[in-house]
Structures are given as structure tokens and as C-alpha cells.
């Protein structure tokens, strides 16, 4: 990933850029003022080539490549991108400053020029390599990701096309671009950046001061996101239409705003933290506290690097800040040049050398690792995968991006008379090969349901004809009566005695737990014809507690007290809708200890928990005028995955269980005795069919749903969601 300029190139290019806007630009007229007087390169040094800089991101990336190999140990190793954030805004605002303090201007032209020359050259080849490998070797859901994505990832907003496509970032089979949205967020980084930065120093403030409005700015992002995390229903208080239904923690991980937080971290402190300016007198009394203070910071990113969950909510509220802010530690020893010892490591030349390739690394190796299929913890796999990207990337490095940076095509173009067209034909040749798979893929999109999965339109409407024409026949079971775990009571047993006309369409709010949110953010094409609207309530690791936590037979913590108000949320998401459909049971399977006092999963306390506190989210509900429809529990098939945020449960796996809870809401149904209220069956394929239950493209990681088990789930119900909307 990208932090600046090549290695000892950062001065030089600074002085070509600026020597270059005076002769193109009239000097400023005398008289005219600047925040600071003009200070000359004699007079203030410039931050130079910092080797330690590449050091860190040699380690960040690596961290980076062991996350995508899968391995549990490292299942938080995402916090390496935000390292790479927080150099690049220390790193690229520490340029800017000393280009203005040089001349007093800054270059935009050669500013993006540069950035241009370091970043497209590799970029726009794995594209093309993608494109080319996905047509021959993908499999029919990666040829169509990544023809969803390449238009995306040109244009360097790939991160957006995720969001808006409600493309789970950590779910469903792995994209060979999914992780172009981290360039993503630093291209739009440099295409702001550079203009607010101008912006400010014309304000004329004090730098410290501008520093600590920078710094201000991040502590408003992470407000932000943390407001979001704690249960906001929408973004920015009332997204447009294009945000409706974005999955909360596909946009908190993605989004620029909310990984703006790094980059203007760095920045802020850019303009405070200049050592390299101050004498060793000034630089002398925190000489030995720096090192020790740069190792912490360190290590501790490793330690939240090996703990971390990318779904885990606490991630975005607090951990994902504070590695931000020991990345930023980190680098403030790094450019010190009293830290003698951090420095000395962090320098260490095998480092340097692989922080030189950290961009064409991270770049090539996602999509090696897809293909190889190393993204399993497979350690032959990522050895193996491992190979490959090294050479690949060092061929990228020397023979592509090497020359680009410094100038060939600019020495070819001055040249062009005297050499052949063949680079010519060769882009041309590229891009026709760009074009051509983006429009051929279409003839490989074979994937069964895939992301194009349809909602069967005809299919409702068969079996509406179908049950209209039978009604329940007279001695059926009253509603009211009262299950057994012996004697299971069917949908039909709370259902209306009478026939009542199913709607032709119905407004619906699903609420519920991270099931109920897969649910809601993976509608089929062509469901709008009967679900006009849909409304995601769910509140993610959350079922229908808001106190204690779950106890497992394996390791593993949750905390329920962020649920506090699931039941207003609900309540808020089913308003003015006919029907909410309840998806819960991923966290109903367990024993929960709720401060010392353990209830029981299957005793008469735990049960008495759950119908309780389910039937006060139902209560919510009824309370808005909606009907309520309790969905069915699938058996689940937990598997480990990648970017999973829970391990796979052996409970959730325990089919028993699973049908002890839906015994339970069949009883909280029929305690109702309201047509209004009811238990409606899922699909059988969940416990019938294993090639189904256990296939990861239609549960990601066997629990919750991809597009196409949720267009399983959306035909099997939708014909007693209509005739409940119709009560």
C-alpha cells in the first residue's frame, strides 16, 4: 500500500515541483502575506527519506497478508491497513509542509502526478491480470464480482461499490478485489487532501493550532462512528435513498468518513510533531523514554491484531481509535531522531526492502491467495501462495513501477520519433482485453442463485392460489394450545381459524439478531414486486437480551449490555410497516450467565427468560400497529471462515437446540391467540438437505444467509407474510 514517494525521492521531487510551478506561474505579488515568513531550505531541514517508515509498514503489511491467509491467531489483522493510514497522513502532510515552507505554494499538478506515477502502474496490471485469471480459472461468483467490481476499482472507489452493493466485506466467497477498498479510501485521501490542506494555510493560523483542529476533526469521526455502532437505525441521521438498507458495519469498516479517522490523525499531528527541526538540545530530554515507548506501541498493535473480530462492535467504538492512536505513537518515534534503538530496528534493511514492496505486496497477494485457495489457515497453502506473490511483486517492483516513477513514459513520449509504436499497441491491446472480459464474463455467470439470485415471483404466487383454494379444515387445533418439545405445534396451529385473503404486497421490517441482518441486506432481485419496502431493525449480536452473556463449551465472550433498547429499536424499525418478520436464534442456543445467576439452556428458568423477553420485543411491536411473524429457526452448519466474527459454535450446530427454541416461539406465538401473531416455517432445505445446509454460498459461514439462501428464505415465507399482512 501506498505512503508516499519512492524512497529518498521525497526532497528532490518536492524541489522539482515547486522549481517546476515557478517557471510555469508568476512569483506572489510583494507584499502579500503567508501564515509564516518564507523560510529556506538552509534554514528549517526538510523530513527527508525516513527508513523506519518503511520498516513499519513492512510489519503492517505483513500482518495484513497473515489476515488474509486465514490464520486464527491473526484474525485481527486488519489493523494493518490502518497503520498504512496513519503513515500516509503523517507522511503526506509532513511533504505538503515542507513544499509550502520552501516556496510557498504547493504543486497540485505534480502533486497527483507523482501519486499518479506510484499507484496506477501496478493497480491497472492486477486488474488485468484478475480479469484475465477470473475468466480462465474463477469460479462463476468470482466472474461476476469481479465484473461488479472493475469499473469500481478504476476509478479508485471500490470501497463505495461494496457499500452501496451491500457486498458484505466478510461474507460469501472472497472477491479477488475486495481489498482494493483500502487504495480506494488513500486515492480519495489524495485527491482532498492537498486542497484543504491550501485552505487552511491560507486561514494564517498558527500550525500547532491548525494541528489541533485536524486532531478535532478525527475525534468528530470517531464519534461518529461509535454513534453508529451503538445503535443508530441510519447514517448521518437520514441517509438518501442510495444508503437505505447498508449493512452498519460493512460502511463503518469501509466507508472514507469513518476511516478518515488515521489519516487525519497523522495529519494533525504533521503539523505539531517536526523533531527533525528542533535542536538536540530540545530533542535530548526524551531520547531514552522514546524507544521503550515505540516498542509498546508495537507491540500492543499485534497483541489487538491476534484478538480482534472485524464484526465485533467494540472494534469500531474504542480498538480500532486506539490502534490509530498507538500507530500514530509509532511513527512520532520513528521520525525522532533521539530514538537511536527504534529507529535502528525499525531500519533494519530487510524491513526497508519489504516496506518498498508493501504496495505491490498487498496489491497481488489477495488475489494469489483467492486463486490458491490460501485463505484457510492452510499453511502449505500460504507458503505456496507466498511464493508466488513475492516473485510477482518483485517483478511488479522492479520492472513496472520502478521505471514508471522514475519518468520512462515521459522519456518516451520526448523520445517517440525514434522508437517503435509497439507500447502503444500493447495498451491498446490491455485495455481491448479489459473490455472484452468485462462484457464476455456475463456468458460464464453460472453460479446457481449467485448474486443474481431472483426472487420467484411466480412461485408466491402458486402457492397463495394453492393454499386459498384449501382452507384449514374444520376440528383443526385451537390456537391456544400450549407445545411440548414432544409434540411440536406447526405454524398452522396459530394460525387464523378463518381464511383470510393474502395481500398482494406488504411492507416489511426484519428485526432480530446478525441473522436478521444478513437477511435484510441480501434481497433478490425482483422482491420489491411483493416487499416494496424493507426495513433493517436487526441489532447485530444481540438476539433478545440486553444484560449478561452467552457461556459456550469453547472460549469466547460476548456481553449482552450493549443491547440495552433492542426492544425501542424494533419497535422503531416496525412502525408504519404491515408486517416484522423476528430472525433471532444464534444466541438463544446457549447457557447465559447474567451476573453470577446462570440460566440454563433448555430449563424451565432459561425458557422463561427467553419467551419473557421475546414477548416484550413482540409487545413493542403490536404497539405500532404491525403484525408480527416469528421466523422459524434453521439448524445451522457453523463453519470457521475468514473475516468471521464469532468462531463456529459447536451449539449452533446442535440441530436439538435448535429445535427446543423453535418450540418456543411456536409457544410465545400461540400464547397471543391473535391472528396477529404467528410462527411461520422456513425453508426445509436447512435441515434436509446438507448439500444446501452446508453449502458457504448460501450461509457465508453456515449461519448466516448470502444472497442466495436469503432468496431461499424470502419464497419460502413470503406467501404467509402476505396472508399475515392481510389479518
Given at each position: 500500500?501506498?505512503?508516499?514517494?519512492?524512497?529518498?525521492?521525497?526532497?528532490?521531487?518536492?524541489?522539482?515541483?515547486?522549481?517546476?510551478?515557478?517557471?510555469?506561474?508568476?512569483?506572489?505579488?510583494?507584499?502579500?502575506?503567508?501564515?509564516?515568513?518564507?523560510?529556506?531550505?538552509?534554514?528549517?531541514?526538510?523530513?527527508?527519506?525516513?527508513?523506519?517508515?518503511?520498516?513499519?509498514?513492512?510489519?503492517?503489511?505483513?500482518?495484513?497478508?497473515?489476515?488474509?491467509?486465514?490464520?486464527?491467531?491473526?484474525?485481527?489483522?486488519?489493523?494493518?491497513?490502518?497503520?498504512?493510514?496513519?503513515?500516509?497522513?503523517?507522511?503526506?502532510?509532513?511533504?505538503?509542509?515542507?513544499?509550502?515552507?520552501?516556496?510557498?505554494?504547493?504543486?497540485?499538478?505534480?502533486?497527483?502526478?507523482?501519486?499518479?506515477?506510484?499507484?496506477?502502474?501496478?493497480?491497472?496490471?492486477?486488474?488485468?491480470?484478475?480479469?484475465?485469471?477470473?475468466?480462465?480459472?474463477?469460479?462463476?461468483?468470482?466472474?461476476?464480482?469481479?465484473?461488479?467490481?472493475?469499473?469500481?476499482?478504476?476509478?479508485?472507489?471500490?470501497?463505495?461499490?461494496?457499500?452501496?452493493?451491500?457486498?458484505?466485506?466478510?461474507?460469501?466467497?472472497?472477491?479477488?478485489?475486495?481489498?482494493?477498498?483500502?487504495?480506494?479510501?488513500?486515492?480519495?485521501?489524495?485527491?482532498?487532501?492537498?486542497?484543504?490542506?491550501?485552505?487552511?494555510?491560507?486561514?494564517?493560523?498558527?500550525?500547532?493550532?491548525?494541528?489541533?483542529?485536524?486532531?478535532?476533526?478525527?475525534?468528530?469521526?470517531?464519534?461518529?462512528?461509535?454513534?453508529?455502532?451503538?445503535?443508530?437505525?441510519?447514517?448521518?441521521?437520514?441517509?438518501?435513498?442510495?444508503?437505505?438498507?447498508?449493512?452498519?458495519?460493512?460502511?463503518?469498516?469501509?466507508?472514507?468518513?469513518?476511516?478518515?479517522?488515521?489519516?487525519?490523525?497523522?495529519?494533525?499531528?504533521?503539523?505539531?510533531?517536526?523533531?527533525?527541526?528542533?535542536?538536540?538540545?530540545?530533542?535530548?530530554?526524551?531520547?531514552?523514554?522514546?524507544?521503550?515507548?515505540?516498542?509498546?506501541?508495537?507491540?500492543?498493535?499485534?497483541?489487538?491484531?491476534?484478538?480482534?473480530?472485524?464484526?465485533?462492535?467494540?472494534?469500531?467504538?474504542?480498538?480500532?481509535?486506539?490502534?490509530?492512536?498507538?500507530?500514530?505513537?509509532?511513527?512520532?518515534?520513528?521520525?525522532?531522531?533521539?530514538?537511536?534503538?527504534?529507529?535502528?530496528?525499525?531500519?533494519?534493511?530487510?524491513?526497508?526492502?519489504?516496506?518498498?514492496?508493501?504496495?505491490?505486496?498487498?496489491?497481488?497477494?489477495?488475489?494469489?491467495?483467492v486463486y490458491v485457495g490460501a485463505t484457510d489457515g492452510s499453511v502449505g497453502k500460504f507458503v505456496w501462495a507466498m511464493l508466488l506473490t513475492v516473485v510477482i511483486a518483485e517483478?511488479?517492483?522492479?520492472?513496472?513501477?520502478?521505471?514508471?516513477?522514475?519518468?520512462?513514459?515521459?522519456?518516451?513520449?520526448?523520445?517517440?520519433?525514434?522508437?517503435?509504436?509497439?507500447?502503444?499497441?500493447?495498451?491498446?491491446?490491455?485495455?481491448?482485453?479489459?473490455?472484452?472480459?468485462?462484457?464476455?464474463?456475463?456468458?460464464?455467470?453460472?453460479?446457481?442463485?449467485?448474486?443474481?439470485?431472483?426472487?420467484?415471483?411466480?412461485?408466491?404466487?402458486?402457492?397463495?392460489?394453492v393454499d386459498e383454494a384449501d382452507p384449514p379444515e374444520a376440528g383443526q387445533p385451537e390456537a391456544a394450545t400450549q407445545p411440548t418439545e414432544s409434540a411440536a405445534v406447526t405454524?398452522?396451529?396459530?394460525?387464523?381459524?378463518?381464511?383470510?385473503?393474502?395481500?398482494?404486497?406488504?411492507?416489511?421490517?426484519?428485526?432480530?439478531?446478525?441473522?436478521?441482518?444478513?437477511?435484510?441486506?441480501?434481497?433478490?432481485?425482483?422482491?420489491?414486486?411483493?416487499?416494496?419496502?424493507?426495513?433493517?431493525?436487526?441489532?447485530?449480536?444481540?438476539?433478545?437480551?440486553?444484560?449478561?452473556?452467552?457461556?459456550?463449551?469453547?472460549?469466547?465472550?460476548?456481553?449482552?449490555?450493549?443491547?440495552?433498547?433492542?426492544?425501542?429499536?424494533?419497535?422503531?424499525?416496525?412502525?408504519?410497516?404491515?408486517?416484522?418478520?423476528?430472525?433471532?436464534?444464534?444466541?438463544?442456543?446457549?447457557?447465559?450467565?447474567?451476573?453470577?445467576?446462570?440460566?440454563?439452556?433448555?430449563?424451565?428458568?432459561?425458557?422463561?427468560?427467553?419467551?419473557?423477553?421475546?414477548?416484550?420485543?413482540?409487545?413493542?411491536?403490536?404497539?405500532?400497529?404491525?403484525?408480527?411473524?416469528?421466523?422459524?429457526?434453521?439448524?445451522?452448519?457453523?463453519?470457521?471462515?475468514?473475516?468471521?466474527?464469532?468462531?463456529?459454535?459447536?451449539?449452533?450446530?446442535?440441530?436439538?437446540?435448535?429445535?427446543?427454541?423453535?418450540?418456543?416461539?411456536?409457544?410465545?406465538?400461540?400464547?397471543?391467540?391473535?391472528?396477529?401473531?404467528?410462527?411461520?416455517?422456513?425453508?426445509?432445505?436447512?435441515?434436509?438437505?446438507?448439500?444446501?445446509?452446508?453449502?458457504?454460498?448460501?450461509?457465508?459461514?453456515?449461519?448466516?444467509?448470502?444472497?442466495?439462501?436469503?432468496?431461499?428464505?424470502?419464497?419460502?415465507?413470503?406467501?404467509?407474510?402476505?396472508?399475515?399482512?392481510?389479518?
Open positions: 500500500m501506498d505512503g508516499g514517494d519512492h524512497p529518498r525521492r521525497h526532497v528532490a521531487s518536492a524541489v522539482t515541483t515547486i522549481v517546476d510551478n515557478q517557471r510555469s506561474t508568476p512569483a506572489p505579488e510583494q507584499g502579500s502575506r503567508s501564515d509564516e515568513p518564507t523560510v529556506r531550505l538552509h534554514e528549517f531541514p526538510a523530513m527527508g527519506y525516513q527508513p523506519s517508515l518503511d520498516g513499519l509498514r513492512a510489519l503492517s503489511v505483513a500482518v495484513v497478508l497473515l489476515y488474509h491467509a486465514g490464520f486464527s491467531w491473526m484474525h485481527g489483522g486488519f489493523f494493518g491497513v490502518e497503520v498504512f493510514f496513519v503513515v500516509s497522513g503523517f507522511l503526506i502532510t509532513s511533504l505538503l509542509l515542507d513544499e509550502r515552507d520552501r516556496h510557498g505554494r504547493v504543486g497540485f499538478r505534480h502533486f497527483w502526478q507523482r501519486r499518479a506515477r506510484r499507484l496506477f502502474p501496478a493497480l491497472y496490471a492486477v486488474l488485468l491480470a484478475v480479469g484475465v485469471g477470473t475468466v480462465l480459472w474463477g469460479s462463476a461468483e468470482q466472474q461476476s464480482q469481479v465484473r461488479r467490481e472493475i469499473p469500481w476499482s478504476i476509478f479508485y472507489v471500490n470501497n463505495w461499490g461494496q457499500i452501496l452493493g451491500n457486498v458484505p466485506y466478510f461474507a460469501g466467497e472472497p472477491s479477488p478485489l475486495r481489498h482494493l477498498w483500502s487504495l480506494a479510501v488513500e486515492e480519495q485521501w489524495y485527491l482532498i487532501w492537498p486542497l484543504v490542506f491550501v485552505a487552511l494555510m491560507r486561514v494564517r493560523l498558527p500550525r500547532h493550532l491548525v494541528g489541533s483542529l485536524i486532531l478535532c476533526a478525527a475525534a468528530v469521526v470517531w464519534a461518529y462512528t461509535f454513534w453508529i455502532q451503538s445503535g443508530s437505525p441510519t447514517l448521518l441521521g437520514g441517509p438518501p435513498a442510495a444508503f437505505d438498507g447498508v449493512d452498519r458495519t460493512n460502511y463503518m469498516y469501509l466507508s472514507t468518513i469513518t476511516r478518515s479517522f488515521g489519516l487525519l490523525l497523522g495529519a494533525g499531528a504533521a503539523f505539531i510533531w517536526r523533531p527533525w527541526r528542533w535542536n538536540r538540545a530540545e530533542q535530548a530530554p526524551a531520547g531514552r523514554a522514546l524507544d521503550p515507548i515505540g516498542a509498546a506501541a508495537v507491540a500492543m498493535i499485534g497483541c489487538a491484531s491476534a484478538v480482534a473480530a472485524i464484526t465485533a462492535g467494540y472494534v469500531y467504538q474504542w480498538l480500532l481509535p486506539l490502534v490509530s492512536i498507538l500507530s500514530l505513537v509509532a511513527v512520532m518515534v520513528a521520525v525522532h531522531p533521539a530514538a537511536v534503538g527504534f529507529r535502528r530496528i525499525m531500519s533494519w534493511s530487510p524491513l526497508v526492502e519489504m516496506g518498498k514492496r508493501s504496495y505491490g505486496l498487498y496489491l497481488w497477494s489477495w488475489p494469489i491467495f517483478a511488479s517492483y522492479r520492472y513496472l513501477e520502478t521505471p514508471v516513477r522514475r519518468g520512462i513514459i515521459g522519456t518516451w513520449w520526448r523520445d517517440r520519433s525514434t522508437i517503435t509504436y509497439w507500447p502503444i499497441g500493447a495498451g491498446a491491446f490491455l485495455v481491448g482485453a479489459l473490455a472484452l472480459f468485462y462484457v464476455s464474463v456475463d456468458q460464464f455467470n453460472r453460479f446457481e442463485g449467485g448474486e443474481d439470485a431472483v426472487f420467484e415471483l411466480g412461485a408466491v404466487n402458486e402457492a397463495l392460489t405454524s398452522s396451529s396459530v394460525a387464523p381459524t378463518t381464511s383470510v385473503a393474502a395481500a398482494t404486497s406488504a411492507t416489511l421490517a426484519i428485526v432480530g439478531d446478525s441473522q436478521a441482518n444478513a437477511l435484510a441486506i441480501n434481497l433478490p432481485d425482483g422482491i420489491e414486486g411483493v416487499f416494496p419496502d424493507v426495513v433493517n431493525g436487526s441489532v447485530d449480536g444481540c438476539s433478545v437480551y440486553d444484560s449478561g452473556s452467552v457461556q459456550s463449551s469453547v472460549r469466547f465472550g460476548n456481553n449482552f449490555s450493549i443491547c440495552q433498547g433492542w426492544q425501542q429499536d424494533w419497535a422503531d424499525a416496525a412502525a408504519g410497516k404491515d408486517v416484522a418478520l423476528v430472525v433471532v436464534g444464534a444466541w438463544d442456543v446457549f447457557d447465559i450467565d447474567d451476573d453470577g445467576t446462570v440460566y440454563g439452556f433448555a430449563t424451565p428458568e432459561g425458557d422463561a427468560l427467553f419467551v419473557r423477553n421475546l414477548s416484550s420485543g413482540i409487545d413493542a411491536m403490536l404497539a405500532e400497529g404491525t403484525n408480527v411473524a416469528l421466523l422459524e429457526v434453521a439448524c445451522m452448519r457453523p463453519q470457521d471462515v475468514e473475516g468471521a466474527g464469532v468462531r463456529a459454535l459447536p451449539e449452533r450446530g446442535d440441530d436439538a437446540r435448535t429445535a427446543h427454541v423453535n418450540d418456543l416461539l411456536r409457544q410465545t406465538a400461540a400464547t397471543y391467540d391473535s391472528p396477529r401473531v404467528e410462527f411461520i416455517e422456513g425453508p426445509d432445505a436447512w435441515c434436509n438437505d446438507e448439500t444446501i445446509a452446508s453449502d458457504l454460498g448460501y450461509r457465508w459461514d453456515g449461519v448466516h444467509v448470502y444472497k442466495p439462501g436469503a432468496n431461499l428464505i424470502y419464497t419460502t415465507v413470503a406467501p404467509d407474510l402476505l396472508r399475515l399482512a392481510a389479518v
